[in-house]
């Protein structure tokens, strides 16, 4: 297949109109609101909600729309979900506000708990990222681009180690004991970080502090697809909507899925426990 699926594609559209609405705002003067959780919100972050919600539903109003800046279901509603959205319509926000790029629109659809499609979006560059469950990961460079297949790398050496830029950590000695001392940091925003590990320009991002279910189902999808895995501290692959948190565990993202990640955490006495 030389291109993505035909809905696959149509989720990149909503992703790419997002992303025009983002921009329209970037370009300008912004405000900057403080929601109550103390994360920024911008009128960008509202702008992509609506455009994606509009465009979603009108593809299948029956189903569910979970996104980061919609009130959140409780739990007794989402437990009976089988299939939904699950959008967060501007990833990397304190990005957005520094202008420096690394922001992205993440759109994926859970199935049984599993992303089984994703589309991630970086407005400034124009790369739209898209993938669904068993047919493979794409890139497409600019919009009316072609479409490059994804594939993740064996484990390089020196490994390159996919960082956030606005989330430090003192996750350096884990690190040591996964892949060895002699491992190169690259510091990126947002989601961006799985989609250059499914690129295979990096090796590994490993996350130790906190992150919410949209922030990496998406790309989760993407990195899947092209050959990599997001994994739990105890090597499990990630699930959605396992409960009435909306919250990760911590997590390491991998493009070598022919190691024995799980085998490498223990030894490296990580529980993984949530």
């Not at 991002?205 to 990599?228: I, K, M, N, P």
Request: charged share 20%.
């Amino acid at each position: 297949m030389t291109t993505p699926p035909e809905f696959a594609r149509q989720i990149g559209g909503i992703a790419r109109a997002a992303g025009d609405a983002i921009l329209a705002v970037y370009h300008g003067d912004f405000a900057v609101q403080t929601k109550d959780d103390a994360s920024p919100l911008t009128a960008a972050d509202l702008a992509a909600q609506q455009v994606i919600v509009a465009g979603l539903g009108a593809l299948d109003p029956r189903l569910p729309i979970l996104s980061e800046e919609a009130k959140a279901l409780d739990w007794s509603e989402r437990r009976h979900w089988s299939r939904y959205w699950l959008v967060d319509p501007l990833d990397g926000t304190r990005e957005f506000i520094k202008r420096n790029g690394e922001f992205t629109v993440n759109i994926a659809l859970i199935d049984q708990g599993r992303s089984v499609l994703g589309a991630v979006l970086a407005p400034v560059t124009g790369e739209l990222y898209l993938a669904e469950q068993g047919r493979g990961a794409w890139l497409q460079q600019q919009p009316g681009g072609t479409w490059q297949r994804l594939r993740s790398r064996p484990l390089a050496q020196p490994p390159t180690v996919a960082g956030s830029r606005s989330h430090g950590g003192g996750q350096g000695s884990l690190l040591e004991q996964l892949i060895g001392a002699n491992f190169q940091m690259l510091p990126l925003g947002s989601s961006l970080k799985f989609c250059l590990i499914a690129r295979g320009i990096a090796d590994v991002y490993l996350r130790l502090g906190l992150t919410s279910e949209w922030d990496t189902a998406a790309a989760q999808c993407v990195l899947d697809e092209a050959g990599g895995a997001v994994l739990d501290l105890a090597g499990r692959p990630f699930r959605y909507n396992r409960g009435e948190s909306l919250l990760n565990p911590e997590f390491i993202a991998i493009g070598d899925s022919s190691i024995d990640w799980a085998a490498r955490l223990t030894k490296a006495g990580v529980s993984g426990e949530e």
